[in-house]
């Protein structure tokens, strides 16, 4: 047999291992659960359902106490062939009803002066809200089109009505790429980088099995340096919350089924959380820390929720974690009910406000901890 015959023999019996091997994995994360086919705009028993958004991913709560400001998350690679447009949008609690937010183009006072936008179409994903040292209210958005970006805006409120003026972004850095954010009183912030940009879907996968470090949080300061964070590596670092005081970060880690509390003063590990679910995005709730884990596996989710599939209803778990040790004081779970993939958990008045990053609508449920 040839040299060259061989080298092919070797080459394909090697990529059939491979492709053998996957197809073993993929299979044998596959679980038992049960998923509702969800047709149609109604509540259930365990959820009040909201309708007509698109992949609500993330949301955060006005001063106003009244409307949620919420990220309607277009698509990424590799889930998806190609990064796809999304949008920023309101919910008024009281109405319970969507609203469009108006968002015009400002100047770049708070992002890097080499950062550009000449118009506002954007990807949205994680979002920040917080008051500046200034009084003023800068969100942040992890944006992932035309480029990969950090996306700054002011809040206002003028004749009692929200609108976001731009005022600048921030550049990843190269093959970073971005999930989630926490902003700082002087505008800094912090930044999950969950794994590389341009990951093939198959290493993604092979990842979620494997559970290697893939990525860690960014730091970026006012002077437009990133940096890494020491004691943040992880298995997709997702969610990231900073505490009132600036003093702890919270970060979700999907494949390690890991919420981490990391002392910003001494860069020390202090608590951890484990779950058997994938932890998504966090809240910040006073002496708390809500998080949002889906009790599914990626086999799961290619199976039972392919983009044909308007709402996902694969089951989910919100726990209510103490700052101080990340212990448990409450979690509510929900299976075959009206929502799926739930991203994140945020506690308003009597409810707790749901989003997804695949579906139509948002929910809410009574918190039944305040009673």
């Known amino acids: 047999m040839s040299v060259v015959k061989k080298i092919f023999y070797l080459t394909f019996s090697l990529i059939g291992v491979i492709f053998l091997s996957l ?18 705009c109604q509540s259930d ?10 992949k609500p991913e993330d949301i955060v709560v006005l001063p106003d106490n009244r409307h949620l400001l919420i990220s309607e998350f277009g698509a990424i690679v590799p889930l998806n062939p190609e990064n796809l447009p999304g949008q920023i949008s309101l919910f008024d609690t009281d109405l319970l009803e969507k609203k469009q937010i108006k968002i015009a183009m400002g100047d770049n006072d708070w992002g890097q002066e080499s950062c550009k936008r000449d118009n506002l179409i954007f990807s949205p994903h994680g979002i920040d809200l917080n008051q500046r040292s200034d009084g003023r209210y800068q969100l942040a958005v992890v944006n992932h089109m035309p480029r990969e970006t950090i996306e700054m805006f002011e809040l206002l409120n003028l004749h009692n009505s929200w609108s976001l003026v731009w005022r600048g972004c921030v550049n990843a850095p190269e093959l970073g790429y971005f ?8 505008g800094s912030f912090f930044t999950t980088h969950m794994y590389e940009r341009g990951l093939p879907l198959l290493s993604l996968l092979y990842i979620s099995f494997t559970k290697p470090d893939t990525g860690f949080v960014y730091q970026w300061d006012v002077e437009g340096e990133f940096t890494a964070v020491p004691n943040t590596e992880g298995s997709f670092p997702n969610g990231i919350s900073i505490s009132n005081d600036e003093k702890n970060l919270f970060i979700n880690y999907v494949f ?28 910040i709730d006073g002496d708390f820390i809500w998080v949002a884990t889906q009790d599914n596996t990626g086999t799961d989710l290619l ?32 299976t075959q009910t009206q929502m799926g993939s739930v991203t994140v958990a945020v506690p308003h008045k009597d409810k707790v406000w749901l989003g997804t990053f695949h579906g139509d609508r948002m929910a809410s449920f009574k918190n039944e901890d305040l009673y």
């Open 45 to 54: 028993s365990q959820l009040m359902v909201y309708c007509e958004f698109s």
């Open 179 to 186: 999930n989630d954010v926490a902003l700082k009183g002087n």
């Open 23 to 40: 197809l073993i994995l993929f299979l044998s994360q596959r679980s038992d659960i049960e998923v509702s086919n969800i047709t149609g």
């Open 303 to 334: 199976i039972h929720c392919d983009e044909t599939v308007v709402q996902c209803s694969l089951p989910f778990t919100i726990f209510k974690l103490k700052q101080s040790d990340l212990s448990e004081v409450a979690s509510f779970s929900f």
């Open 256 to 283: 390690n089924h890991r919420t981490t509390k990391l002392n910003l003063e001494n860069l020390n590990i202090e608590a951890e959380h484990f779950s058997k679910g994938t932890p998504d995005n966090s809240s």
